[in-house]
């Protein structure tokens, strides 16, 4: 069995919890938290499991990576932290650990991450001996591994799209939703995540993970943005309102241009309630899907919409890009200590993981 930590219990963390008790290589060595009402609260609680785990949270970092784990599993935000994700992140490579992680954008795609990010890693890496894979869903295998996957299918292949296309009022990040998105913001405000460069910081790495391994040349990465205006006042769920002329729906592409085309496109159409921008891309059931369009001969497309705690398609987005780096880290053991993407390690099948509770 392969010790190994799950370090932090929010969205993702949660998952996480629950994808290494499932697994039959692992098992759930702690739990680190960083919300002191958390500490000593059993992990199966934390992690929705209905049933206890006998593994209390703890917020003592040192004791737990001083046990040497073999792996850990970081679920804490790098979003607005990436200076302490990225020195925690260091901690537990430092301590021998596999270390799993979808925070850190930049180092989806490790070879091109900028020196800040890259550098550091390195050095873990070589003090320690862990390793380092950081993988998500979109960003992540929504458009990495499963347009690949799909295009190898083609005879001939003239476009690749990948498409994440939700209704942001699932999302339980509120104030991501309103304030980095600009979700119920007024139209004059700049949101974060949509200033010019962003996108390509963010999704540039997969447009050239995939480049990388169709074998073409990217003349430039380019980024179209649209935004639209709720006509009236809508009521969400779990977010409350959203009053009328604000910001209600966003439309983006991050595009790979080969031979002056856009041919490898990474797109989001994001909404926070459905009767916006109704003629733009709408998911099969009107919450959230992911989509990969190749175009060419013939034409293939693929839709997965995930669901999980009760039916929530952004948890079940969580979910699966948790699957994909707990899945990982059998592989990763057994490879030598490094700094590794999504093309170097494999998807691997749920191997003793059918019917398994």
């Not at 040497?68 to 970081?74: L, N």
């Not at 799209?161 to 939700?166: A, D, S, T, V, Y």
């Not at 989001?268 to 060419?296: F, K, L, M, Y």
Request: charged residues 25%; aromatic residues 6%.
């Amino acid at each position: 069995m392969i010790s190994t930590v799950v370090w932090g219990t929010g969205n993702v963390g949660r998952a996480a919890i629950r994808a290494v008790e499932a697994h039959p290589a692992l098992g759930l060595a702690a739990v680190l938290v960083h919300d002191p009402d958390k500490v000593g609260r059993d992990a199966g609680e934390l992690g929705g499991l209905g049933r206890g785990l006998d593994v209390a949270a703890t917020d003592d970092i040192d004791a737990v990576l001083a046990a040497r784990p073999g792996a850990v599993v970081y679920a804490a935000t790098g979003d607005i932290r990436p200076d302490e994700a990225l020195a925690d992140i260091g901690r537990a490579i430092r301590s021998g650990a596999v270390v799993v992680t979808p925070a850190l954008y930049p180092l989806y795609d490790q070879r091109n991450a900028p020196p800040e990010f890259r550098e550091p890693m390195l050095a873990a890496i070589a003090d320690g001996d862990g390793s380092l894979f950081v993988s998500g869903v979109d960003p992540g295998w929504g458009n990495d591994v499963l347009p690949l996957l799909i295009s190898g299918l083609g005879t001939v292949v003239d476009a690749i799209r990948c498409q994440e296309i939700f209704d942001y009022s699932t999302y339980e990040q509120e104030e991501s939703v309103r304030y980095l998105v600009g979700m119920g913001q007024p139209m004059d405000y700049e949101p974060l995540m949509l200033a010019p460069s962003i996108p390509t910081m963010v999704w540039g790495g997969q447009i050239r993970l995939m480049a990388r391994a169709l074998g073409v040349e990217l003349d430039e990465i380019r980024e179209t943005l649209q935004r639209r205006a709720l006509d009236e006042t809508v009521s969400t769920r779990t977010m409350g309102e959203f009053a009328a002329g604000t910001q209600g729906a966003v439309r983006f592409e991050v595009q790979g241009v080969v031979e002056g085309e856009p041919r490898i496109v990474i797109e989001h159409v994001t909404r926070i309630h459905p009767s916006c921008a109704p003629d733009w891309p709408q998911p099969p059931n009107g919450d959230g899907a992911h989509r990969v369009i190749i175009e060419g001969r013939p034409r293939i497309e693929v839709t997965v919409e995930a669901t999980d705690e009760g039916e929530n398609r952004s948890a079940g987005g969580n979910a699966t890009a948790v699957g994909r780096l707990v899945g990982a880290i059998e592989w990763l053991v057994d490879a030598e200590p490094g700094l590794y993407d999504a093309l170097d390690v494999p998807l691997t099948p749920a191997v003793g993981r059918l019917g398994r509770k």
